[in-house]
């Protein structure tokens, strides 16, 4: 069973940047492919970036290609989501998410395991 840790959430100003972490414990090579969503309140989980473990392949939303970041590091296990030029309406719980599908997706259906979420908010 593959547990995922997110960190590195927190209250900033806009225009500033926040570095997201994800830990992943208990995690085989068939686990392939990982991923950043957000939930923001009133509103739906939505896509934000995803990555190969092994390739390193990324794909992001288009509100936030340009600004984000997403990169892993195999020795940790971890996911980075590096978070630049922060907006109000970046402001949400952040999940990180991981499947066993060796393809980039945008569709939070297709993953396996979930973590628990960070708070970003971002004040204007």
């Known amino acids: 069973q593959v547990r995922l840790v997110e960190s590195g959430g927190g209250l900033v100003q806009a225009g500033e940047s926040l570095r997201l972490s994800c830990q992943a414990s208990?995690?085989?090579?068939?686990?392939?492919?990982a991923g950043w969503f957000r939930q923001a309140p009133g509103k739906e989980r939505e896509f934000v970036a995803a990555?190969?473990?092994?390739?390193?392949?990324?794909a992001y939303a288009d509100f936030v290609r340009g600004r984000f970041t997403i990169s892993r590091e195999d020795a940790k296990n971890t996911i980075y989501l590096q978070m630049n030029s922060l907006k109000s309406e970046d402001t949400a719980v952040y999940f990180c998410?991981?499947?066993?599908?060796?393809?980039?997706?945008?569709?939070?259906?297709?993953?396996?395991?979930w973590g628990q979420g960070t708070q970003v908010t971002v004040s204007s």
């Open positions: 208990g995690r085989s090579s068939s686990e392939t492919s």
């Open positions: 998410a991981a499947t066993r599908l060796n393809i980039l997706t945008t569709i939070g259906g297709w993953y396996d395991y």
């Open positions: 990555i190969t473990w092994t390739a390193g392949r990324t």
